[in-house]
């Protein structure tokens, strides 16, 4: 069972980001303050949710939160400043955009940056505590939503079903007909691809 707060008595929002591994399109991020008596036993790690589960407890999070917000990172701003900052950035943009102020951040993983508010990373974060698993659930529906209208401009590349990430058929896709400006030229978009790029 997720726990429900990481830092008692203070209000507290929950962080995670979706897209990180993907070839194509931006990183997402949502952050969601959970009442103190929240409770749902669906609730978990997006990763371990049915699509028809993850996007239930959309409507269940953004109906019962105290606040949530989603915001993301380019395919430009990820080639620019590398993957590991844009996914900090996008979890930063979206504490920004909450309409209650928190003052405590849990953060899923392990990498954070200094920010105006005091944070602790949570490694399996998402599945510990129910605000990161809220957070999760956001960025991965949201995302997927931006992927599936992207897929309607470049359907050969099947971003309705990969999402993005590096599966065989967007693989080779890529090598048909090149990549696309929603593909992370700083990736290796094809296996043997060699990049040289410091990140």
């Not at 599945?127 to 529906?141: G, W």
């Not at 065989?168 to 929603?182: M, N, Q, S, V």
Request: aromatic fraction near 8%.
């Amino acid at each position: 069972m997720l726990k429900p707060f990481h830092t008692p008595d203070v209000i507290e929002a929950g962080c995670d980001e979706a897209g990180r591994g993907c070839l194509a399109g931006p990183v997402f991020a949502a952050a969601v303050i959970l009442p103190p008596d929240f409770h749902n036993d669906v609730l978990n790690d997006s990763k371990q949710l049915t699509e028809h589960q993850r996007y239930a407890l959309r409507e269940v999070i953004k109906r019962e939160a105290v606040a949530w917000a989603v915001a993301e990172c380019s395919p430009a701003e990820i080639d620019k400043l590398n993957i590991l900052r844009c996914s900090i950035l996008a979890m930063q943009r979206a504490v920004e955009k909450l309409s209650t102020r928190p003052q405590h951040l849990i953060i899923d993983g392990n990498r954070w940056l200094p920010f105006a508010i005091p944070a602790d990373t949570v490694v399996k974060g998402d599945a510990t505590y129910m605000s990161i698993a809220a957070a999760s659930i956001l960025a991965k529906t949201y995302r997927d939503d931006r992927m599936k209208a992207l897929a309607l401009d470049y359907p050969q590349y099947g971003w309705d079903k990969n999402m993005g990430y590096p599966a065989k058929a967007h693989r080779e896709a890529i090598r048909l007909y090149g990549p696309t400006p929603h593909h992370r030229m700083t990736f290796r978009l094809l296996p043997e691809q060699q990049l040289t790029l410091d990140f």
